[in-house]
Nanobody, 121 residues
């Protein structure tokens, strides 16, 4: 069983930065592609970014391109999301997911519990 645990969420002012981390319980995660999704109240879960198993290929939603950076450290079994120039519309619960690179949440087999990110204006 693969377990994902997110951390790093919090409250930040618009224009600020946060770094989310996802710790993965299983060594075999190095073969998984990983992604970040977010869900605002009353809205669907949206794709944010993903990274393939080697870290060579990354993908971003248009809304975060140029502001967010996804990375991974397979030696430490972690995936990170560096979020810069945050906007109030980035406010959501952010989820780490394993098993895909596509922007479709259905292809990911494992999910973390989520971490809240709140951006004040």
């Amino acid at each position: 069983q693969v377990q994902l645990v997110e951390s790093g969420g919090g409250l930040v002012q618009a224009g600020g930065s946060l770094r989310l981390s996802c710790a993965v319980s299983k060594r075999t995660v190095t073969t998984y592609s990983m992604g970040w999704f977010r869900q605002a109240p009353g809205k669907e879960r949206d794709f944010v970014a993903s990274i393939n198993w080697s870290g060579v290929n990354t993908y971003y939603a248009d809304s975060v391109k140029g502001r967010f950076t996804i990375s991974r450290d397979n030696a430490k079994n972690t995936v990170s999301l560096q979020m810069n120039t945050l906007k109030p519309e980035d406010t959501a619960v952010y989820y780490c997911a394993a098993g895909g690179v596509a922007p479709d949440a259905k292809v990911y087999g494992y999910w973390g519990q989520g971490t809240q990110v709140t951006v004040s204006s």
